[in-house]
């Protein structure tokens, strides 16, 4: 089936304790990125990627970092972890950076920072 | 720059009336327009999407947008309202030769009233 995995689906931690979401997808696409969903505010992309060792900042890149050594897999990774950073996280895919792509979604990783 | 207003943040129906969800956008070029659905604590799905073809698009599960150039407008429409439409929805830009290429609208939370 084809599809976008994150794990974990729920994680609470506390300020500082560096953490990791893993996102792989099985589509063999190109593209991969990663948004951040608040209240009110919509999606918001955190940082994408264009192919193997390509990644670029998105609209919020502040406090993630990211990395694609894999086509597949494109963590998230937060070094220090703030209250502010407690969100609902999307990784997505699509199979180019073409406009018309769909965009295709993980189930969603809820994040609590203490 | 590009930007998407969902005008509305809840829409309230009864069960077999028709749904009416609005949205606005604003592009410097021609850009491909989506509407994604999110049901409870479930990842986003596209409904359909705006390529430049045809004005009028229909996607799943009996929802159609037309996209209007002359207002900017990408309004999601439904004839008869059902329960299990109850979810958020938001439209989305996608214009790559934007800063920001994928701009997601801040959602509108359908209800059904049975």
């Known amino acids: 089936e084809a599809q976008v995995t994150q794990n974990p689906r729920y994680l609470i931690t506390v300020t500082g304790k560096k953490l990791t979401v893993t996102c792989s997808q099985n589509?063999?696409?190109?593209?991969m990125s990663w948004y951040r969903q608040d209240p009110g505010l919509g999606l918001r992309q955190i940082y994408y990627?264009?192919?193997?060792?390509?990644?670029d900042k998105g609209d919020v890149p502040e406090g993630y970092k990211v990395s694609r050594k894999e086509k597949r897999n494109f963590p998230l990774i937060l070094e220090s972890p703030s209250p502010n950073q407690t969100s609902l996280y999307f990784c997505a895919s699509s199979l180019a950076l073409v406009e018309t792509d769909t965009q295709y979604f993980g189930p969603g990783t809820r994040l609590t920072v203490l | 720059a590009q930007s998407v207003t969902q005008l509305d943040s809840h829409v309230s129906v009864s069960e077999g009336t028709p749904v009416l969800l609005r949205c606005n956008y604003s592009?410097?070029?021609?850009?491909?327009l989506f509407w994604y659905v999110q049901h409870p604590n479930k990842g986003l799905q596209l409904l359909l999407k705006?390529?430049?073809?045809?004005?009028l698009v229909k996607g799943i599960n009996g929802f159609e947008a037309e996209f209007k150039k002359s207002e900017t407008s990408f309004h999601l429409t439904k004839p008869s309202a059902h329960m299990s439409d109850a979810a958020e929805y938001f439209c989305v830009v996608s214009d790559y030769s934007s800063a920001s290429k994928i701009i997601f609208g801040s959602g509108t939370r359908l209800s059904i009233r049975p």
């Open positions: 990627s264009m192919n193997v060792e390509v990644t």
């Open positions: 592009s410097s070029y021609s850009p491909s």
């Open positions: 589509m063999n696409h190109e593209y």
């Open positions: 705006y390529t430049s073809a045809a004005t």
